[in-house]
């Protein structure tokens, strides 16, 4: 289950909305002025986003492997970069 709450709501209640996460393992949407801007999730949900992070950098790198390209010097990225 999914709450949505202000920024200001959530300052007033910040130790219960903590513990509804925590313990209740509720995800907390925070809004401020009607507008989502942050989320509040249990640690195992962080770790769940962090693995499927790595899992998709890791097929990244392994296509940029197989694909033979062209190789450039650091100078030259660092050039294209504005570095």
Known sequence: MTTTISTADAR???AE???KVAYG???IVLTRRGQKIA???TM???ELLKDIEDHLDIED???ALA???KNIS???VWKQLGV
């Open 74 to 76: 650091s100078l030259e």
């Open 17 to 19: 909305i903590v513990n």
């Open 12 to 14: 007033k209640n910040f």
């Open 67 to 69: 694909d033979p390209g």
């Open 44 to 46: 195992d949900e962080l």
């Open 39 to 41: 989320a509040l999730v």
């Open 25 to 27: 393992k509720e995800s």
């Open 61 to 63: 790198a392994k296509k």
